[in-house]
């Protein structure tokens, strides 16, 4: 059974930074695509960033380049979120998403979704 088990979510101050983890289990890890996505109430779910674990081959949404990095730990088959310089519009619900044969940002390309972690950045 697939489990992709997220952390690091939480409250801060525009400019501050969080961390967010993503632990995959049950599933082939190795040389495939995770990706982080949020969405926000009342909106559709976006692509933040993606990963190809295989070659680690990255994609940024324009609106975090520059302040966001994906990274991955295969020992751990853990995919991280470094997001800094966050502002109140990255508030939202961040969701790890794994296996797509894409790799690309279209959440319905995505097979495998964790429970999602809150993020919200206060003025």
């Known amino acids: 059974q697939v489990q992709l088990v997220e952390s690091g979510g939480g409250s801060v101050q525009a400019g501050g930074s969080l961390r967010l983890s993503c632990a995959a289990s049950g599933y082939t890890y190795s040389s495939n695509c995770m990706g982080w996505f949020r969405q926000a109430p009342g909106k559709e779910r976006e692509g933040v960033a993606v990963i190809y674990t295989g070659g680690g081959s990255t994609y940024y949404a324009d609106s975090v380049k520059g302040r966001f990095t994906i990274s991955q730990d295969n020992a751990k088959n853990t995919v991280y979120l470094q997001m800094n310089s966050l502002k109140p519009e990255d508030t939202a619900m961040y969701y790890c998403?794994?296996?797509?044969?894409?790799?690309?940002?279209?959440?319905?390309?995505?097979?495998?979704w964790g429970q999602g972690t809150q993020v919200t950045v206060s003025s």
């Open positions: 998403a794994a296996e797509s044969p894409t790799c690309g940002s279209w959440y319905p390309d995505y097979n495998y």
